[in-house]
Structure formats: structure tokens, C-alpha cells
């Protein structure tokens, strides 16, 4: 998907009118061109810090020229918003229910079960049309050591029904 539009701390120290207007533009481009200039390639997507839209984040990423956006918790699949006669596609920030914030009052068992038994679901829903999984995590509540082991079996479980993707798969083509 290219390069994600984060500026996190710098235009968050900045006072939420200073975003808009001329000299709004001009921060944001410069954030653009700066973001640009280390990825090597065109900036494609926008995430705000947080993230923390306003009701005007969508009008300024048509108006930027971002293919995506990454500020919503509300879908387990991508989804497209017009906005400004553009296309603009959401990737939600997270799987609603399935960021550590949420997890971690369950304990890293119970976390554990519902990571699996969701993906599971996303999983198998994948053959019928695109679906995403996104588990965000924050050093300073997911980073804990039952939350670390937690995504380690986690991220165990996902590669083990890849492989088992794979053997089906392999199966079926020799029917």
C-alpha cells in the first residue's frame, strides 16, 4: 500500500487550527514531501496520531491526493468513501474489539481465545471477499508480558493456519 501518512508528534503539538488554512497546507506538504522524500516513493495513505480525525480529515486527504485512510474502528474490511468526487478507501485502524486497549481487562488468556476465534472467523470469511485483520498494539499497554506472549501465540496460531491453508489448497489441486 505505499508509505503510511503519519506525522504523530510534530502536528500534534501544533494547536488544531494551525492545521487548516494556508498555513495548514503548507505544514501538511511539507510533511508530505518530507515523508515522501524517506519512503522514496509517493505518500499513498493518511493516518492522524491516535488516530484523531476531525470533521475535516477526509476533505483534507482528498484534497492531499491519498488513495487510503487509516482512522476508523468500525469494519473488518476495507470500505470506500467519496469524498470531493475521489475515491478514497478506509482501512480501519483495528479489528473493533481487538486492540490491547480492549484486551487487556480480559486477561491474555481469554485475549488469546477471542484473537483466535475471530481470525478464524475473518479467515474463513476471506473466500467470499476481502476481509483484514489488524491487531494494534501500544508499548505501553500491550507491551506487557502476558499481553507479549499473548500476540506470540497469537502469531503462532495465524502461521499454523497458513500452513494448513496451504496443505488444503495443495489437496484440492490434486482432485
Known sequence: ?????AHGSY???LPRGSLFGVLGTLRRRASIK???QSCGHRVRGYMSPGPRSTPHTLELV???????ICEYVDCDF???ITVLDRK???ISYGTPGLIDYDLM????????ADMKYTFDAAYAESNHHPMKFCYAVHTHWGGTVGMARMLDDFLSHVRAARVRAKAHAAA????
Open 1 to 5: 500500500m505505499g508509505c503510511l501518512f
Open 105 to 112: 481487562n480480559r486477561g491474555p488468556v481469554q485475549a488469546l
Open 172 to 175: 484440492r489441486e490434486g482432485w
Open 11 to 13: 502536528l500534534e503539538c
Open 78 to 80: 476495507p470500505y470506500v
Open 62 to 68: 482528498a484534497k492531499a491526493g491519498f488513495d487510503w
Open 88 to 90: 478514497i478507501t478506509a
Open 34 to 36: 518530507l515523508i515522501t
